[in-house]
């Protein structure tokens, strides 16, 4: 599918199999898959993708558990819901009841959501001083993975390095990497990928693997974007989705409206791109 200006928006060649348009195959597994959203520099498309890419899932059957772990909570009012004290799993993490609780459905069928709000900025300092501060949310997850009841848990994390989005790590299968088109993109994923290796090699969770990396606000009419793949391409080779996360200002207006684009303007060029991703998560997934 292309778009003026902006190039194709493509399926995965990864995965003939799946044609653009073809429609999404269940995903079969014994478990809940745990995916991290995560980059330590803000402002890529990080909380945009955990929200889209989660509801084109939900959109095609997958049940899904969003886990907004961002203090800012963006992904909590990405999908319409207000930011109310005490909603979080700040008290969870410290080991204070149980995260099903904390879980609330959305307008959106198949999705649900682990709200955030501010309170999550003291994490960090209360975990520094407790035991097994890096497993935190893998416990709290646990309950929730075991009980069959969503297919994939999506975290999205905070933009750092910090306690939580190690947490995360720990807890996760895979994690997913949103990597804007510019040309300081890959300076902050070596360190975020040399953190993935050492929680995976230290045995502090040895399934971990990068599911990918997620180009975002691509503009094909530019030398600088296309410059850009091509280098992150040539330095994760099929680590990277095929699928081009455009620059798109319905995908910029949709969060104030308190929802996923899909929902918002389905036929935008960046629902159409989510989707195509979700594709591709999902094939990868079934491997």
Request: charged residues 20%; proline residues 4%.
């Amino acid at each position: 599918m292309g778009f003026p200006g902006y190039g194709k928006v493509t399926c995965s060649k990864s995965s003939p199999e799946l044609e653009c348009g073809a429609g999404f195959n269940k995903l079969q597994s014994v478990r809940t898959k745990i995916v991290a959203v995560a980059n330590q520099k803000g402002g890529v498309g990080k909380t945009t993708t955990s929200v889209n890419l989660s509801a084109c899932l939900a959109a095609v059957g997958q049940r899904v558990l969003l886990f907004d772990l961002d203090p800012q909570a963006n992904a909590t009012s990405g999908v319409g819901l207000e930011k109310v004290e005490g909603a979080s799993a700040y008290r969870v993490i410290l080991g204070d009841g149980s995260l099903t609780s904390k879980i609330q459905k959305t307008a959106f069928e198949n999705l649900h959501i682990v709200p955030s709000e501010v309170d999550l900025c003291g994490v960090d300092v209360e975990l520094a001083r407790a035991e097994n501060h890096l497993r935190r949310v893998a416990d709290a997850l646990a309950p929730v993975a075991s009980s069959k009841d969503y297919d994939l848990i999506v975290i999205d994390c905070p933009p750092s390095l910090g306690i939580l989005t190690l947490n995360a790590f720990t807890a996760s299968d895979y994690v997913l990497v949103p990597l804007q088109c510019e040309y300081y993109a890959l300076e902050g994923i070596s360190m975020l990928t040399r953190v993935m290796s050492q929680l995976h090699d230290s045995g502090v969770n040895s399934r971990l693997e990068l599911l990918g990396v997620a180009m975002t606000m691509y503009d094909g009419r530019t030398r600088l974007s296309q410059q850009v793949v091509g280098e992150v391409r040539e330095h994760f080779k099929d680590k990277v989705f095929e699928t081009l996360i455009p620059r798109a200002t319905r995908l910029a207006e949709a969060p104030s409206f308190g929802k996923p684009i899909i929902h918002y303007d389905k036929y935008n060029m960046g629902a159409a791109a989510y989707e195509m991703l979700a594709q591709e998560v999902l094939s990868r997934l079934s491997k």
